[in-house]
């Protein structure tokens, strides 16, 4: 847990400045909140309770794709302009 904890932060660090105290706090709230369920999970279901969902969702891509579900074609992002550049004509003048 804590070596996931660290790669974690130096992921979250890795971005920069902007905002990374927020990344970090939506990280930990993440683990402790999974932390939290796992514990209610397996005092209640025990261990096929826990590793139920895990193997649904390592599961499921490979079985969608067997199914023949494709996913949507990535769309091409918008450009923005911004400053100067965006006023002027095209061509290049003004």
């Known amino acids: 847990m804590q070596s996931g904890t660290v790669a974690n932060r130096v992921r979250i660090h890795s971005f920069?400045?902007?905002?990374?105290?927020?990344?970090?706090s939506v990280s930990m709230t993440c683990a402790y909140l999974g932390t939290r369920l796992g514990t209610r999970t397996y005092g209640r279901f025990g261990r096929a309770g826990v590793c139920a969902p895990i193997v649904a969702l390592f599961t499921a891509p490979s079985l969608l794709r067997h199914l023949g579900v494709r996913p949507a074609p990535a769309r091409e992002p918008a450009v923005r302009r911004t400053g100067s550049a965006a006023c002027r004509p095209p061509g290049g003048a003004g």
């Open 16 to 24: 920069g400045a902007d905002g990374h105290n927020r990344l970090d």
